[in-house]
């Protein structure tokens, strides 16, 4: 099996709905406890436990764990780490939550890494020897035509 990156890893952990990895992959028995759908602890074999949808996690109460997706399958199918994630992989279309589209996720956004946000990239330019001269010549126009100004303010009286 090739290496998942941490992505894909990720992906398997947080998009895999974990109610349906219960119910429809796992098949864990599941008790309706005060309008709460409650699952088998495949540890301690009660029902003391509870889904969390914002964190995809699945938690027993009484042992104080929490199990991801990858986790739940380990303990329920008595795998490795490795063989959940396959499993996981190979189920990955049917477990993906509905709400959201069945394309792959985009890649992470990276902050911009444009030359410009060098900032010796930008303070270097413009450094050819042309654009150098030009910049003096013009200022020697400057200065001598202040000059010019200054003897005709002179010469005035
Ligand atoms: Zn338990």
Do not use: W
């Not at 290496?3 to 990895?21: P, W």
């Not at 008790?31 to 914002?54: K, M, S, V, W, Y």
């Not at 200022?139 to 100004?149: G, Q, Y």
């Amino acid at each position: 099996m090739p290496r998942l990156s941490s992505q894909q890893l990720h992906s398997l952990r947080n998009d895999l709905n974990i109610d349906r990895l219960v119910i429809e992959l796992l098949h864990i028995p599941t008790q309706e406890i005060n309008a709460l759908r409650r699952f088998q602890c495949p540890l301690c074999g009660r029902f003391h436990t509870a889904t969390h949808p914002d964190t995809n996690l699945a938690r027993c109460f009484d042992c104080r764990k929490n199990f991801n997706t990858i986790e739940l399958v380990m303990v329920v199918r008595q795998i490795r780490f490795r063989e959940a994630v396959a499993y996981l992989k190979k189920h990955e279309r049917l477990l993906v939550n509905r709400s959201r589209p069945l394309e792959p996720q985009p890649a992470l956004h990276k902050p911009p890494s444009t030359p410009t946000s060098n900032p010796r990239v930008t303070s270097s330019y413009p450094s050819d020897a042309k654009t150098i001269r030009d910049q003096q010549n013009q200022a020697n126009t400057t200065v001598s035509s202040h000059l010019t100004a200054m003897k005709r303010i002179l010469n005035r009286d």
